[in-house]
């Protein structure tokens, strides 16, 4: 089953059909897209692609703006409609004002990555250490059990020669 949507409140959510439906009970405020609404610019920026609002009164309409007090990407619509008092602004500059933060906690994000693969590795590394040992002191422990046997059967066998 192939994602048909995605919902505008939920980071990185797409749905097929079915859980479309379940989602739109469940969180009957949520904003969802349809994925067939998703175009290619034809810009500069061959990654941008644009978005026609999901209300039906605004499908019309591109997603192209910002809404801070809500979190939400609007349209023009959307503005005119349920936002106009709230603080919202066009998506270039709500993109140009995240790229650096967001940048900078790419670049964090990929140097916590590198220090949990180091320790990852250390961890891995203690555990064959620990397992290596773990075996030495079993052998360790057998190899003792088995001269504790044999000095126990030597002293049965001369305290039954003595009798």
Do not use: W
């Not at 949990?116 to 064959?128: A, E, F, S």
Request: glycine content about 2%; hydrophobic content about 25%.
């Amino acid at each position: 089953v192939l994602a048909e949507y995605q919902c505008n409140d939920c980071p990185g959510i797409f749905m097929c059909e079915v859980h479309k439906s379940i989602h739109k009970e469940r969180k009957p405020n949520h904003s969802i897209i349809s994925l067939n609404n998703l175009t290619a610019k034809n810009s500069f920026n061959s990654n941008m692609v644009t978005v026609n609002c999901d209300k039906k009164e605004h499908s019309k309409y591109e997603i192209d703006h910002y809404c801070e007090t809500c979190n939400k990407l609007i349209c023009v619509g959307c503005v005119d409609d349920d936002h106009s008092k709230h603080s919202y602004y066009p998506l270039e500059d709500a993109v140009s004002k995240n790229k650096d933060p967001i940048n900078t906690l790419f670049e964090q994000t990929k140097s916590n990555i590198s220090t949990i693969d180091n320790l990852i590795n250390q961890i891995t590394q203690t555990i064959r250490d620990l397992d290596s040992k773990s075996e030495e002191i079993k052998k360790k422990i057998n190899e003792e059990s088995e001269s504790l046997k044999k000095s126990i059967k030597k002293r049965e066998e001369r305290l039954l020669d003595e009798l």
